[in-house]
């Protein structure tokens, strides 16, 4: 009887949880939103959608601030520019979010769409508008290959937008909430992979302007060599987001507790560095953040084999 019992309950308990899956789930209405994070957020996007509007332009068309100080500037210079607001008001969202404390998954996912507008599509097309209009003239002289150039230049920047999109959707299933868990990405940063491609942008069209006023041989090469490699850098940044290579925090460490004395004079020599020329520290602070962690990964690797090699002989 009692083992009847116990079949009846199970049966009847089956049933209800059978009754519950068939009723349709309520949806969660959001109620509330943090304005000020919110806000700074958007405002990331929106410097995304607006760099896609000014590299659209093309190289052809130049900007005036006289309102700021007496500065021309191209399309494309405007366009680059425009990403590394974006990544200002990245960094500051997440701080914003956390002194008022406001955090929320809707931040976080809110955060997620912008990154993918201003660091994954506003670069990618950046960079594809770019060297298009550099290699007009080129492709005239090579017809036979001009087809498969631009494929490639194509392929790089679509795989480039791809893996930024995949890069930012994994960081939003593994991200933890807990603040000791952000020291670290596995994979190059969206912002970070932005920055090398918009670094050489901006740095390009720099040496554009000192071509045309002093028509140097070497800088005249450099520029070109820039241009052409940029659809390259644009594949390996794009596979360096995907990957589960290392990279530290920057932000959190450099802001985070007490700091050596050369670590300050370290940072104090950077701030100078970008007073100086500004376009050659920014290709040199992104490029050098890419590569650090990439090096770093094949030193732990080959120390590690090495490591490995004398247990396994002493085993034999």
């Known amino acids: 009887m009692r083992i009847k019992r116990l079949r009846s309950r199970r049966e009847k308990n089956n049933n209800q949880g059978e009754s519950a899956a068939a009723l349709p789930r309520r949806k969660r209405r959001l109620k ?54 974006a990544m200002v008001m990245d960094m500051l969202d997440g701080r914003v979010a956390r002194l008022t404390r406001t955090t929320s998954s809707f931040g976080g996912q809110l955060d997620s769409l912008s990154d993918a507008i201003s660091f994954g599509v506003a670069p990618a097309f950046l960079m594809l508008k770019l060297v298009e209009s550099h290699l007009d003239g080129i492709n005239s002289g090579f017809s036979m290959y001009s087809a498969l150039i631009n494929r490639g230049i194509f392929f790089s920047a679509i ?30 940063p969206s912002p970070a992979a932005a920055g090398v491609v918009v670094s050489l942008v901006i740095f390009h069209q720099y040496f554009v302007s000192q071509v045309n006023s002093r028509a140097s041989f070497i800088l005249e090469n450099l520029e070109i060599i820039t241009s052409l490699s940029l659809p390259l850098v644009t594949l390996l940044t794009g596979i360096l987001m995907v990957s589960r290579i290392r990279y530290p925090h920057l932000p959190n460490w450099l802001f985070r507790g007490k700091k050596s004395l050369p670590v300050f004079l370290a940072i ?49």
């Open 268 to 316: 104090f020599a950077s701030g100078l560095f970008i007073v100086w020329n500004i376009q050659l520290a920014m290709v040199f602070g992104f490029c050098g953040f890419a590569l650090y962690g990439f090096c770093r990964w094949i030193f732990i690797s080959l120390f590690r084999k090495r490591q490995t090699l004398p247990d396994i002989l002493a085993d034999k």
């Open 32 to 85: 509330y939103i943090a304005v000020l994070p919110s806000f700074i957020t958007l405002m990331n996007g929106v410097c995304g959608f607006f760099s896609i509007i000014f590299a659209s332009r093309g190289q052809d068309l130049s900007w005036s601030l006289s309102a700021v100080r007496d500065i021309n500037m191209t399309s494309f210079s405007m366009a680059g520019y425009l990403i590394i607001l």
């Open 159 to 188: 795989l480039f937008a791809m893996c930024a999109l995949i890069r930012l959707a994994r960081f939003n299933v593994e991200n933890e909430e807990d603040e000791e868990a952000h020291m670290n990405f596995a994979g190059l």
